[in-house]
């Protein structure tokens, strides 16, 4: 097989798209409308990507089997024409390679069937109580001491619970969860640094070791919680090997808390900044929540770029892009395509016509949603009424990065 050139495209303008800028990470939204007017499809030399930021395109591609999430289930490195990761990555590239995100059929049909069923609509509606319990407790504790950095206190601690609660991680350890989380999901930014990388493969070996304790320890003791599933899943003939447990486990374990964080402290800033929405909400909390939450993922979203790889030449709104070459598609602009979404960067929480892709589309589309929207619809509707005047106390700061779109923290008062 001939090796395939990374592509030779002298860069264009990239109309102030600059990941690495925290100017651009505050504000990213006006640079996204310049690129789908001018350069919908257009190849980034300083992070060798291609960037398609219109939502029928990034739409389009997720769907399309000519691309990959990773070239490895097809291609070695080097008959991509691509450099294999240093040896000392080893333990990232593993844990994340047999996860379900990194995998392809036939692997990812066997393990997604076996993983759906915790997710199933009934099993998440039975999880209500649950949630709508671990919310009050944390929402209550802010009201009393008078308000605190709102991600601290309820948007962190409150899916971190949840997911813990799901694989059976006891109480004590569940201070390791979000470290571990931050520290590999550093490898998803642009261009990672070696201490980002360092920091990742780190977390990668602390964290499979803790899976791996975990898994013995339910083996002996099974429990009711999902990794005592996977046991019995596996015992009785379904085939998961032990590193793919462990990897899907890590997955679930930092999916399903990031982006919620994430969703909720952008979700709250965007709706301080748009006083006239949060009182129709607050009006109607009820009446308004599901749409609003609907809107608030799109209106700010807490992932802004997916990658894929092209593993047959495509054509993508009349641009070639060869196989080799990496895709970035950009969910935070897709999400604010006019030719989508009637008057794009207006807050509407009462829009109905909201296909947002922030959950993904295609084989990969997010197996945690409607746990997401359960958690976000609890924890917006207790701090909805038992603070109803919860205001902003300053401005905040964004994490720095760029992929996972993120505040540092929110003070507020109620
Ligand atoms: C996949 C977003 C919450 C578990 C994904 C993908 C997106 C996403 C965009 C697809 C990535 C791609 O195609 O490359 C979100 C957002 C969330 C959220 C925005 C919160 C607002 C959760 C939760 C869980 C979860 C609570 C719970 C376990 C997963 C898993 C996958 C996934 C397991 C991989 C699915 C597969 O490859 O088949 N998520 N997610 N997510 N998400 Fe979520």
Redesign the pocket.
Known sequence: MTPTPTPSTPSAPAWGFDPWSPEFVAHPYEVYAGLREHAPVTYYAPSDQWLVSRHADVSAL?RDRRLG?TYLHRFSHEEFGRTAPPPEHEPFHTLNGNG??D?EAPD?TRI?RL?SKA?TPRMVESLRPTVQRIAAELVDGLVADGGGDLIARVAEPL?VAV?AEMLGVPESDRHLLRPWSAGIVGMFELNPTAEAAERAVRASVEFSDYLRALIAERRRTPGDDLVSALIAAYDEGEKLSEQEMISTCV??LN???E??VN?TGNGWWSLFRNPDQLAALRADPEGLLPTAIEEL?RYD???QM?ERWVLDDIEVAGVSIPRGAEVALL?GSANRDPERFADPDRLDLARTDNPHI????????????P??RL??TESFGALLRSAPELRVVREPSWQPGYVIRGLSELLVEV
Do not use: K, Q, S
């Open positions: 997720l999430r379900l995100l995998l990812h997604r993983v997710f899916p997911i997955l679930l999916a399903g808390h982006a919620t969703t993922m979203t807490p992932l997916f969910f922030t959950f993904g589309a295609g084989i990969h589309f997010c197996l945690g949603a746990l997401a958690e976000l």
